[in-house]
């Protein structure tokens, strides 16, 4: 079975200019969550979703951080403008439950803003 | 007291050495917890749940210690493949739904 699909693995951008990231959850799971990990700060919520529909967005930093979730099957997290600030490695999670159960990770973005 | 901490480590054991960590949360509250394995560069694995009544799995065993508020993992017979970062999981505090993410403990295990 396909687990969580992220894209791109590496991202590698100068500040200013938009980043887009993707992902495709595991089929049938009706959450779906962005975190963001850095060695400062560990792993952060960013928002999560379900069943398409955005529940939590309180961790999303500012105004230059979006996410969407078209369909149940992609989501996207958005930065406009990039900065230097914002180089982490984000990852996508999903769930059949909900927040409190069982995550399945994708592997994750490497976001360096020169 | 933090939602949730734990020592960063790293903790440096030889093989088949035993080795326990402690993750201390805040909300007395809490319910279920988990405890999440994470390799250099990967993604963090769900490695085990942890029930009132505790949990083994192998080397593994995790425990819940409600009045004193920690949870623990004990890894019996360290391997190689143990080394890696471990993330304990508590449940949100408050009206949040967002279980929270420790910063992980770090586990070296030497020849």
């Known amino acids: 079975d396909a687990g969580v699909i992220q894209s791109p693995r590496h991202e590698v951008t100068e500040m200013g200019q938009e980043v887009t990231l993707r992902c495709k959850p595991i089929?049938?799971?009706?959450?779906l969550f962005w975190y963001r990990q850095t060695m400062m700060r560990g792993l952060e919520l960013l928002i999560y979703?379900?069943?398409?529909?955005?529940?939590?967005d309180s961790g999303m930093p500012e105004d230059r951080f979006s996410a969407k979730m078209p369909n149940a099957s992609f989501s996207t997290l958005k930065i406009q403008p990039s900065e230097p600030r914002d180089s982490a490695v984000y990852f996508c999670?999903?769930?059949?439950?909900?927040?409190?159960?069982?995550?399945?990770f994708g592997s994750g973005t490497q976001l360096s803003v020169l | 007291r933090k939602e949730v901490e734990q020592d960063p480590g790293p903790f440096n054991v030889p093989e088949g050495a035993t080795v326990a960590f402690n993750c201390t949360y805040s909300?007395?509250?809490?319910?279920?917890f988990f405890w999440y394995r994470q390799d250099c560069r990967k993604e963090p694995k769900l490695l085990m749940s942890?029930?009132?009544s505790g949990n083994e799995d192998g080397r593994f065993t995790a425990q819940l210690n409600r009045a004193s508020q920690y949870i623990s993992l004990l890894i019996r017979d360290s391997k190689l493949s143990d080394s890696a970062t471990y993330l304990c999981?508590?449940?949100?505090?408050?009206?949040?739904?967002?279980?929270?993410f420790g910063r992980g403990t770090s586990l070296i295990v030497h020849p």
């Open positions: 089929s049938g799971h009706d959450y």
């Open positions: 999981v508590v449940p949100p505090s408050g009206g949040s739904y967002i279980p929270t």
């Open positions: 999670a999903s769930s059949l439950v909900g927040p409190g159960e069982k995550l399945f």
């Open positions: 942890v029930y009132s």
């Open positions: 979703f379900n069943n398409n529909v955005p529940i939590d």
């Open positions: 909300n007395s509250a809490s319910q279920s």
